[in-house]
């Protein structure tokens, strides 16, 4: 299936969900994508190998991942370390933001579980290799198939106990369950673990609605199947791939909303500056209002990528005084448009070009440029020219 894009992806946990089965079945509903997960694989440490082979269960077929490891085990490590390792292996800022975002809430669970700091975080339940090559991987599909926004079917929870280091606990384990929280679930009458803790993390940093969404057409299929055999059900996790029926573009977007009323403009002007300067941000917006008693105080809202809400959430609270954020992901409709640069005199100018809904097409001069011209008369006489030649190709496109 082609790649270009944004997406919606589904998730039917049919026999759960775990890091490998989620990027089994990302990879087997997009094949194309195989090579580049094998060699991003081999960057996450020495000796590590990965395959995706073809599996079949229950008569239905899929795909597994495999991950060849290295020979020598490493002992448990603390949240900064897997951190670290997933900046120095992930490919691009993107990714590493995913990966961040991912690895932040599953380390918050243990960390509220365990009744300690984020930073003192033991991950005694996922090894070393395999869990950085599951969050990793994840979030670079995420990108690569240009996810936007997800859905997912009533996830089942299991039941019974599991070994773990801090001795027996309870299925779903601690950090999975403060990770499910808000999503729908059951108990299918099938025991063990259903749901791993990076798989829950996985699920939360998607931030997934219950339901599949209206409008949007069937483009891919992947299966991922566990290592774990159930005789009832195949232990599979399905991922379907959707886009718009609409010609129009839509994708998601992150609002996150708050108010400012005891916080000084100068400081205030510093912080959401430093907020536009990350990647991820689309836009920060202010607005004038009155809060309570009477104050007057500043509406702001932050637009930005789906997958880094949580981040630019932190950000939020460093770089003000707020101390309640409202927090959304919202669909977005696009118009079409492409970027060109327009030529008058000796000065090339960057213009952007968007089809209207009824097809008439309409430019503007980026205000960088057109911040270049020195009077107001001059960038009166730019923007007449541009309309003339926006004219004459409207034109000569009715001509043809």
């Given at each position: 299936m082609s790649v270009e894009g944004a997406r919606h992806l589904?998730?039917?946990?049919?026999?759960?969900?775990?890091?490998?089965?989620?990027?089994?079945?990302?990879l087997d509903s997009a094949p194309e994508l195989l090579p580049g997960a094998t060699a991003l694989a081999t960057k996450i440490g020495p000796g590590i190998s990965l395959t995706v082979p073809e599996h079949s269960s229950h008569g239905l077929r899929g795909r597994q991942l495999r991950l060849a490891l290295p020979g020598t085990e490493r002992g448990p490590r603390h949240y900064g370390d897997y951190l670290s390792l997933l900046h120095?292996?992930?490919?691009?800022?993107?990714?590493?933001?995913?990966?961040?975002?991912?690895?932040?809430?599953?380390?918050?669970?243990?960390?509220?579980?365990?009744?300690?700091?984020l930073e003192r975080v033991h991950f005694h339940e996922i090894s070393d290799w395999d869990s950085i090559?599951?969050?990793?991987?994840?979030?670079?599909?995420?990108?690569?198939?240009?996810?936007?926004?997800?859905?997912?079917?009533?996830?089942?929870?299991?039941?019974?106990?599991?070994?773990?280091?801090h001795g027996i606990?309870?299925?779903?384990?601690?950090?999975?369950?403060?990770?499910?929280?808000?999503?729908?679930?059951?108990?299918?009458?099938?025991?063990?673990?259903?749901?791993?803790?990076?798989?829950?993390?996985?699920?939360?940093?998607?931030?997934?609605?219950?339901?599949?969404?209206?409008?949007?057409?069937?483009?891919?299929?992947?299966?991922?199947?566990?290592?774990?055999?159930?005789?009832?059900?195949?232990?599979?996790?399905?991922?379907t791939l959707h886009e718009p029926v609409e010609t129009a573009a839509y994708d998601s977007i992150g609002v996150i909303t708050f108010q400012v009323d005891d916080q000084t403009p100068e400081d205030l002007a510093v912080g959401l500056e430093h907020l536009r300067s990350r990647s991820e941000v689309?836009?920060?917006?202010?607005?004038?209002?009155?809060?309570?008693?009477?104050?007057?105080?500043?509406?702001?809202?932050?637009?930005?990528?789906?997958?880094?809400?949580?981040?630019?959430a932190d950000q939020c609270f460093a770089e003000t005084t707020t101390i309640g954020?409202?927090?959304?992901?919202?669909?977005?409709?696009?118009?079409?448009?492409?970027?060109?640069?327009?030529?008058?005199g000796e000065h090339d100018f960057h213009v952007k070009r968007v089809t209207r809904s009824g097809g008439e097409v309409t430019s503007k001069i980026e205000s960088d440029d057109l911040a270049r011209t020195s009077t107001h008369a001059a960038r009166q006489k730019l923007r007449r020219s541009l309309e003339a030649d926006q004219t004459q190709q409207s034109n000569s496109g009715n001509k043809s």
């Open positions: 589904h998730l039917d946990p049919v026999g759960g969900i775990a890091g490998d089965m989620f990027v089994a079945a990302l120095q292996a992930a490919p691009d800022p993107g990714t590493a933001d995913r990966a961040s975002d991912i690895l932040l809430r599953l380390g918050e669970a243990e960390a509220k579980v365990h009744g300690v700091t090559a599951d969050i990793l991987l994840a979030a670079w599909l995420i990108g690569q198939l240009r996810i936007t926004s997800a859905s997912v079917g009533t996830v089942p929870i299991g039941s019974g106990r599991i070994k773990t280091e606990m309870p299925v779903p384990a601690p950090a999975t369950a403060q990770l499910l929280q808000g999503f729908a679930v059951m108990d299918d009458g099938i025991g063990g673990e259903r749901v791993t803790p990076t798989g829950a993390a996985i699920l939360a940093h998607l931030g997934p609605v219950p339901r599949l969404p209206d409008g949007l057409m069937l483009q891919g299929i992947g299966y991922g199947f566990g290592t774990r055999q159930m005789p009832e059900i195949a232990n599979m996790l399905r991922a689309l836009e920060v917006l202010q607005f004038p209002c009155f809060g309570k008693k009477g104050r007057m105080a500043i509406r702001i809202e932050v637009l930005c990528q789906p997958y880094a809400v949580g981040l630019v954020l409202r927090i959304a992901v919202e669909r977005r409709r696009l118009l079409p448009r492409e970027a060109g640069i327009v030529r008058t």
